[in-house]
Nanobody
């Protein structure tokens, strides 16, 4: 069992930056691949980025490449999503998720545990 708690969301102007954190407890964090997803009002949940258990492999959605980076610190049981050059269309609730896959999956159903989410709002 893994408990995930996101933090770092908030309100930012377009062009600004935020860093989201997701801290895990309850199991061996370093054995899980981690993903970030987001869901905007009226839209389906979408993959934002993911990182393998070791941190050596990462993946980002095309919509955020060049602006977002994902990383993890297994000593701190934490995964990060650094978001730069934010746009109003990045406004959503952002969720972190943990899965036992050995690859970085962009499919939500391959993640077993989810956090409660943190709101990111980007004003124009």
């Amino acid at each position: 069992q893994v408990q995930l708690v996101e933090s770092g969301g908030g309100l930012v102007h377009a062009g600004g930056s935020l860093r989201l954190s997701c801290t895990a407890s309850g199991s061996t964090f370093s054995s899980y691949a981690m993903g970030w997803f987001r869901q905007a009002p009226g839209k389906e949940r979408e993959f934002v980025g993911g990182v393998s258990w070791s941190g050596r492999s990462t993946a980002l959605a095309d919509s955020v490449k060049g602006r977002f980076t994902i990383s993890r610190d297994n000593a701190k049981n934490t995964v990060y999503l650094q978001m730069n050059s934010l746009k109003p269309e990045d406004t959503a609730v952002y969720y972190c998720a943990a899965g036992k896959t050995t690859w970085v999956s962009n499919q939500g159903n391959e993640y077993d545990y989810w956090g409660q989410g943190t709101q990111v709002t980007v004003s124009s």
